[in-house]
């Protein structure tokens, strides 16, 4: 569907999170990982009457939740590198953010892209910033915005509660888009023995078992390396985490 029209202006808030998290059970801890940021979209669409003058207070108003005006939200989560996040041209890293916003129906704030690197890269820059394998850094991105017509799914993916149109799904329908990771971040990925236990390739869903060479990403996930090759030949995302390979 085309992006509904924003009405007025925005509302907005970026926060910066980072939090603990239990090892995944195929990650190798032999050295500390690349770190990854993520990038937690929220968006929520107001639903406003056809007004064609809209005065600041009574704009203001509609975004209370008392007003009772229809809603919907749709996220979006992204995950980019540090790496990526730190080139002098941040071009690449305000592309991948306007893609994020654009495939919520929000192309047109594609304004704040900037200051969400920004913050990111305020947090690499903290001090207290340790690249811990264990904890995920962040930002939180929160939306609000007027609309004329909320987002909706096209007819084909619309979802209901009737099973019986369960039978008229087909996931050939559904347009999906592959990019490939480079043939260099492929040469580049590093092979590691398996020594104590076996590591569950979730691709093949598989062990690679000790004694065995596994081909680790940046993000720290070991996979068989004839998988993971064959996988990052088709996309450039990690299939456990999905965090992007470069």
């Known amino acids: 569907m085309i992006s509904p ?19 995944q059970p195929n990650t190798i801890e032999e050295e500390p990982h690349a770190p990854f940021f993520t990038i937690n979209l929220n968006a929520k669409f107001i639903l406003v009457p056809h007004l064609s003058i809209m005065e600041d207070e009574d704009e203001e108003s509609l975004f209370d939740d008392d007003a009772g005006n229809p809603t919907a939200f749709l996220e979006n989560i992204g995950w980019i590198s540090y790496e990526t996040l730190m080139k002098s041209d941040v071009t690449e890293t305000i592309v991948y953010v306007q893609d994020m916003l654009a495939a919520i129906y929000l192309p047109s704030l594609s304004y704040i892209a900037d200051r969400i690197i920004d913050c990111c890269k305020n947090m690499i820059n903290n001090n207290d910033y340790d690249h811990n394998l264990n904890e995920e850094v962040g ?108």
């Open 5 to 23: 029209e924003v009405i007025g202006d925005p509302r907005y808030d970026i926060s910066p999170y980072r939090y603990s998290y239990t090892t």
């Open 139 to 246: 930002v939180n991105i929160s939306v609000e915005v007027l609309v004329y017509e909320l987002p909706q799914l096209d007819d084909d993916d619309d979802y209901d509660d009737d099973d019986d149109d369960d039978d008229d799904f087909d996931m050939n329908d559904v347009p999906i888009c592959f990019v490939a990771a480079s043939e260099e971040s492929i040469e580049k990925l590093e092979k590691v023995w398996v020594k104590d236990n076996p590591i569950f390739c979730s691709i093949c869903l598989e062990d690679v078992s000790v004694g065995l060479e596994a081909a680790k990403l940046p993000c720290t996930h070991a996979y068989h390396e004839g998988c993971v090759v064959e996988w990052l030949q088709v996309s450039k995302f990690c299939p456990n985490c999905r965090v992007e390979i470069v």
